[in-house]
């Protein structure tokens, strides 16, 4: 299959280079040049499927002309060593627990499959590859740790300096070996610009070979769409009409949602929840898209004021307002509704969750209280430990941690500072090379 640019849909390359780039050079994003529809056989059989099956059922329909299935099944069996879970939480409501991987947070989906597509297309390559990665949080700890020790592969992982949580930042800034992380004196969207800016440097990638494991890359987003499949796997039968709420920074895992839908996925709504960070649910309200400087909030995830995949959501329907709002809804919450959440939904229902599960959440309840006949999934997209001082503040006592998210927070952490300037990020890359 080939994948064109959302810039200019005549510049087309195949699988393989869409992952080693990242970023187009003209700065748009890759998408499929079709998306497939999975057959009716598929769906009549879904519920004798594990995780790892769907997957490899799905991931079969996406990449089958660039990986040979053999390989693909090792690359999905080894990256997909996990489940994810959906519980009902009360009444028509269900939480899709996302955090069943090895850092605790959703983003071990995309970023553990990327590093194993990435492990796969490199056989034999006798550069080494930089991977890129800004990070407000939990990508830098699944990217950090889905490519930790993998051979003929460095990460490079940038992060907002006291913008990310005391155990986030643990998990990728103990890890050492072929990851390193830049505590950037910035907002995760600087850390953003700074990664996108390099990947068009014609300098730096004429003596680097980079890629980014941002959910601007395919190899991490696609993947991404197999776990909504999975939860309707879990459903129970008529479940009526369905409903996905989504806490959303950079808005990779609500595209990937839409993607699953476009691949007859039955979903009658999706709801993009937000902080304060209101862009796209202002667009959704009026048309009218409006970057802006992103705000710190105790959802750190999703402190983002230009969210990169906003770019996808147009192209997947046509530039469309009319289209995308029919089929999303956009809400957003501060942080002191965001806090009684997590402390009325422990409360009432016994369940916890962490601060982006919460908003989405509030979303979810928003819409079912004003529309009828739906069972509605909110996505969990980080175990609400990896938040404890958020969550604890809520609550009013404190919460347990896991044991191997505490062992991350005994260890020392190791990160270089940076300005969020281009040019001190250049002369860090060129100097990889010397």
């Given at each position: 299959?080939?994948?064109?640019?959302?810039?200019?849909k005549?510049?087309?390359?195949?699988?393989?280079?869409?992952?080693?780039k990242?970023?187009?050079?003209d700065?748009?994003l890759?998408?499929p040049?079709?998306?497939?529809v999975?057959p009716?056989?598929?769906?009549?059989?879904?519920?004798?499927?594990s995780?790892?099956?769907?997957?490899?059922?799905?991931?079969?329909?996406?990449?089958?002309?660039?990986?040979?299935?053999?390989?693909l099944?090792?690359?999905?069996?080894?990256?997909?060593?996990?489940?994810t879970?959906?519980?009902?939480?009360?009444?028509?409501?269900y939480?899709?627990?996302?955090?069943h991987g090895?850092?605790?947070?959703?983003?071990?989906?995309g970023?553990?499959?990327m590093?194993?597509?990435?492990?796969?297309?490199?056989?034999?390559?006798?550069?080494?590859?930089?991977?890129l990665?800004?990070?407000?949080?939990?990508t830098?700890s699944?990217?950090?740790?889905?490519?930790?020790?993998?051979?003929?592969i460095?990460?490079h992982?940038?992060?907002?300096?006291?913008?990310?949580?005391?155990?986030?930042?643990k998990?990728?800034?103990?890890l050492?070996?072929?990851?390193?992380?830049?505590?950037?004196?910035?907002?995760?969207?600087?850390?953003?610009r700074?990664?996108?800016e390099?990947?068009?440097?014609?300098?730096?990638?004429s003596?680097l070979?980079?890629?980014?494991?941002?959910s601007?890359?395919?190899a991490?987003?696609l993947?991404?769409?197999?776990?909504?499949?999975?939860?309707?796997?879990?459903?129970?039968?008529n479940?009526?009409?369905?409903a996905?709420?989504?806490?959303?920074?950079?808005?990779?895992?609500?595209?990937?949602?839409?993607?699953?839908?476009?691949?007859?996925l039955?979903?009658?709504?999706?709801i993009?929840?937000t902080?304060?960070?209101?862009?796209?649910?202002?667009?959704?309200?009026?048309?009218?898209?409006?970057?802006?400087?992103?705000?710190?909030?105790?959802?750190?995830?999703m402190d983002?004021?230009?969210?990169?995949?906003?770019?996808?959501i147009?192209?997947?329907?046509?530039?469309?307002?009319?289209?995308?709002?029919?089929?999303?809804l956009?809400y957003?919450?501060?942080?002191?509704?965001?806090?009684?959440?997590?402390?009325e939904?422990?409360?009432?229902?016994?369940?916890?969750?962490?601060?982006?599960?919460?908003?989405a959440?509030?979303?979810?309840?928003?819409f079912?209280?004003?529309?009828?006949?739906?069972t509605?999934?909110?996505l969990?997209?980080?175990?609400?430990?990896?938040?404890?001082?958020?969550?604890?503040e809520?609550l009013?006592?404190?919460?347990?941690?896991?044991e191997?998210?505490?062992?991350?927070?005994k260890?020392?952490?190791?990160?270089?500072?940076?300005a969020a300037?281009?040019?001190?990020f250049?002369e860090?890359?060129?100097?990889?090379?010397s």
């Amino acid at each position: 299959m080939k994948y064109y640019s959302t810039s200019n849909k005549n510049h087309q390359v195949n699988l393989k280079e869409a992952v080693f780039k990242g970023l187009a050079l003209d700065k748009g994003l890759y998408m499929p040049q079709s998306i497939p529809v999975l057959p009716k056989e598929f769906f009549a059989n879904i519920k004798k499927l594990s995780f790892r099956e769907l997957s490899f059922e799905i991931a079969s329909a996406l990449f089958h002309t660039d990986i040979p299935l053999n390989e693909l099944k090792k690359i999905n069996d080894e990256a997909l060593d996990f489940e994810t879970p959906l519980v009902n939480v009360h009444d028509s409501v269900y939480s899709l627990e996302l955090f069943h991987g090895p850092t605790l947070a959703f983003k071990d989906v995309g970023a553990r499959y990327m590093a194993q597509m990435l492990a796969y297309f490199t056989r034999g390559y006798q550069s080494e590859i930089h991977v890129l990665v800004a990070t407000s949080g939990d990508t830098g700890s699944a990217v950090a740790n889905g490519f930790l020790g993998v051979p003929g592969i460095k990460v490079h992982i940038l992060y907002p300096k006291g913008l990310v949580s005391y155990l986030q930042e643990k998990q990728f800034t103990t890890l050492g070996q072929n990851i390193t992380a830049l505590e950037v004196e910035g907002s995760f969207d600087d850390c953003q610009r700074l990664v996108k800016e390099a990947f068009v440097d014609a300098e730096v990638n004429s003596k680097l070979t980079l890629t980014s494991a941002n959910s601007i890359n395919l190899a991490r987003l696609l993947p991404q769409s197999f776990y909504y499949f999975n939860a309707f796997r879990q459903l129970q039968e008529n479940y009526g009409k369905l409903a996905f709420s989504v806490p959303s920074g950079n808005f990779g895992n609500i595209t990937s949602g839409l993607i699953a839908k476009k691949m007859g996925l039955p979903v009658d709504q999706y709801i993009a929840t937000t902080n304060i960070n209101d862009v796209v649910p202002e667009y959704l309200r009026t048309g009218k898209y409006t970057a802006r400087p992103s705000m710190a909030t105790v959802a750190n995830a999703m402190d983002v004021g230009d969210p990169s995949n906003f770019t996808r959501i147009l192209d997947l329907y046509g530039n469309s307002h009319k289209a995308i709002a029919n089929d999303i809804l956009g809400y957003s919450y501060n942080d002191t509704e965001i806090k009684r959440c997590i402390s009325e939904v422990s409360k009432k229902h016994k369940y916890l969750t962490d601060p982006h599960g919460a908003t989405a959440y509030m979303g979810l309840s928003q819409f079912l209280s004003e529309n009828k006949g739906y069972t509605g999934i909110f996505l969990e997209t980080a175990h609400p430990a990896k938040f404890s001082k958020t969550v604890e503040e809520s609550l009013g006592h404190t919460i347990e941690i896991p044991e191997k998210l505490a062992e991350f927070g005994k260890k020392e952490k190791v990160s270089l500072e940076m300005a969020a300037d281009y040019l001190a990020f250049r002369e860090y890359l060129m100097g990889l090379n010397s």
